[in-house]
């Protein structure tokens, strides 16, 4: 293809795909969506001409998320206060995930799931504590001292699997988790962020390393108080056991 013709053929592309609904904004940028997820959004009888093309042609090899079949050792999950559209939350969330915690873990192979980013229908509860429980790794924002933050970083701590602290620098660190290593993001202005953003991406990757190589390693409240408490994750139940200390 000729050099000239790239940049009218990107274009194109680009305006189908948003006519289409393929193309929207996610966490603050544009992403390219599964023709299947936005099947599933449309109403039966609904939606363009196009849906039944769709349908008829799109590939079946694409897996929800939180389907059974996902394969968890691939999937890093974002603990971060959300916030609605708009929100200063909304807002820091989307500038941590696009342009720190995603940048910093491209180098593992995982994919980087927030929890409005989980395509599956079903409760959004259940989906967190799923992907909190079984995902590979979880990087957990403490910034503006969140509860449900909070929340789903214990329950990452008691199941004591690969887990990396990241905080706004403005946000004091509370007293449980003082003693445990967090990374402190300087995002108060572009002109002191954006000079260590290497930093910090560089300083949650090697911290994401260590994790997964070697997930015993990784000190939390819960392993430091109760280093015998080990959990299993059945396929409908989480069994609790506690075994004696050596």
């Not at 994919?111 to 509860?125: E, F, H, L, N, S």
């Not at 504590?129 to 979880?138: A, F, N, P, Y």
């Amino acid at each position: 293809m000729a050099e000239e013709d790239l940049a009218k053929c990107a274009d194109a592309f680009i305006v189908n795909a948003k006519f289409l609904g393929l193309l929207r904004n996610v966490a603050g940028a544009e992403r390219l969506l599964p023709i299947e997820h936005v099947l599933e959004e449309m109403p039966n009888g609904a939606g363009p001409d196009f849906a039944p093309v769709f349908r008829a042609n799109s590939s079946s090899s694409a897996t929800p998320l939180n389907d059974e079949t996902a394969d968890w050792s691939k999937i890093c999950f974002y603990i971060t206060p959300i916030g609605v559209e708009g929100s200063p939350e909304r807002l820091h969330s989307d500038l941590f995930l696009n342009y720190v915690v995603e940048p910093a873990i491209a180098a593992l192979n995982l994919k980087m799931v927030r929890a409005d980013q989980i395509g599956k229908p079903g409760m959004i509860g259940a989906q967190i504590v799923e992907h909190i429980l079984r995902s590979r790794l979880v990087i957990a924002d403490l910034s503006f001292h969140n509860p449900n933050v909070f929340y789903e970083l214990c329950l990452r701590h008691v199941i004591g699997l690969p887990l990396v602290q990241v905080i706004r620098q403005k946000d004091q660190i509370p007293f449980d988790v003082q003693q445990f290593r967090t990374i402190p993001i300087d995002n108060g202005d572009i002109y002191t962020m954006i000079p260590k953003l290497d930093v910090y991406k560089s300083q949650i990757a090697m911290q994401a390393r260590q994790a997964l190589e070697n997930p015993e390693a990784v000190d939390n409240p819960i392993t430091m108080y109760f280093p015998g408490l080990k959990v299993s994750l059945p396929e409908l139940a989480m069994k609790v056991v506690t075994e004696k200390v050596m």
